[in-house]
């Protein structure tokens, strides 16, 4: 170790610094590479089947989110022909949106698509500021921060470590006076006061007609854009209908979705069409991806899926089709999950969700409060009503293994795991149960973890620890492969992880 007198004192206490940062990491064990490994923390999740090796009596649902309060509304004129394509964040202690505000294009001679800003304490009631930023109609009192070139800003903060301050928030438009066929990139010090990142479009690969998607994924430590994109092999799912799309080829192809990537936020991949196994081919117009942070492993999609072959409400003059909000998951950004074909959000009772691009959900999921995650959804496009709406959701509550009353039993996977105490995120009915066993690798159980050791679990709750009769602490079994087998009673769980 270096001494006073070896080194100065500034030396010395960025020696001590480094040392104390040093001793406080907590260092994974190591695993064989072809081994399951559950890492203590890491929220596991039951969108995919990744982890299940066999369901008795169980299944997966597809859990829908519950409708709640107008988020935004339009109303100023700079909103007056509606309110779209928000990007919501939690950064510090508020929440901050960016939306497309839509005007007559004849006000302030511009295309009419422009982005603007709101901010909320509690995700719930959202306000307008005035930033005084940003002239409209001969007047800068207005909560613009973006006018051209380009629109429908996808924004974000960077995550990634080597971002420059005046460049920590970012955005990528697509270009108003070339529609469809180019996208740009913005950055700002603090998401209000943007410009150009530079003077070429970042993606020049048409069509880019819909809210293109990018982000910084700490995973994976890259830049990444979900765009549109067309889709023309594999047969029609339903309601659909096979259209040649003006500046878009093959010919008959349907609306899908893109993947590149880059690690400056200028040069990029080439865009290429994520995988969604043998799913049916869908019209998927928007996609509103994002890194689950709750469970980062997961990516998850809500793309809207438009059915163009059926018919609208009756009188609607814009065109043919219908739309919903489907889920897709992702544990690589590449390869997508589509197992659930129900609708995630349905277009409901309301009747200006029953026409063609009605319904749209917006990127970003926050969490409200410790029960209780927030999503959004623009309704009523092209129609007077239009607004966002924010829904609800438990935490982790996009799908869960259920059991009916009678009973079942899911069985998982080997896999090794680091931790001490294992977690549920769970709801029973007033009769219902969970239990756990831990089993070795070929299905025994273990001793003292066995289905008998485990007293019945039962209520409802998000972080619930598991108890065994001699207690909570699995240290003994970290870094051995196991099994888990869950006994449920009219019960839904929703996830697990190992503390």
Known sequence: MLTMNQCSVQQFFAFLKTAIVYACVVVEPSFASDQIVLYTGKRQLFVDGHLIADMNGVRRVLHQPQMRETAIRPEHPWESMGVSSMCVIKDGGIYRAWY??????????????????????????????????????????????????????????????????????????????????????????????????????????????????????????????????????GPLGRGMTSRFY?????????????????????????????????????????????????????????????????????????????????????????????????????????????????????????QTSPTELSLYCMQNWRLPSNHIRRYTLRPEGFVSVQAPYEGGELVTKPFVFSGAMLELNYSTSAVGSIQVEIQDATGRPLPGFSLADCPEIYGDHIEHIVKWKHGTNLATLAGRQVRLRFVMHDADLFAFRFR
């Open 100 to 233: 497309r505000a839509d005007v007559d294009p004849a006000k302030g001679g511009f295309m009419g698509r422009i982005t603007a800003y709101a901010e909320s304490t509690d995700g719930v009631v959202w306000t307008k500021p005035n930033l005084g930023l940003i002239e409209f109609d001969g007047n800068s009192e207005n909560n613009l921060v973006w006018i051209e070139p380009g629109s429908t800003l996808s924004v974000f903060k960077d995550g990634n470590p080597a971002a420059r301050p005046d460049e920590l928030y970012k955005a990528i438009a697509r270009v108003h006076e070339i529609e469809r066929s180019q996208l740009i990139a913005l950055v700002s010090p603090d998401g209000l006061r943007w410009k150009l990142a530079a003077k070429n479009p970042v993606l020049s690969e048409p069509p880019f007609d819909t809210h293109n998607i990018a982000f910084w994924d700490p995973v994976t430590s890259e830049y990444v854009v979900y765009a549109r994109g067309v889709q023309s092999e």
């Open 246 to 366: 003006e500046r878009q080829q093959p010919p008959g192809g349907v609306r899908a979705v893109r993947r590149a990537t880059s690690k400056d936020f200028q040069t990029w991949s080439e865009l290429k069409l994520i995988d969604t196994g043998a799913a049916p081919r869908e019209e998927f117009y928007t996609n509103s991806t994002i890194r689950y942070e709750r469970a980062p492993d997961y990516m998850l999609m809500f793309p809207s899926r438009f059915a163009s072959a059926r018919e609208p409400k009756p009188g609607w003059e814009h065109g043919k089709g219908v739309n919903d909000i489907a889920l897709l998951s992702s544990r690589d950004g590449v390869h997508w999950d589509r197992t659930f074909m129900e609708a995630f959000i349905r277009p409901g009772l309301d009747q200006g969700n029953w026409h063609e691009r009605s319904l749209y959900m917006e990127r970003g999921i926050i």
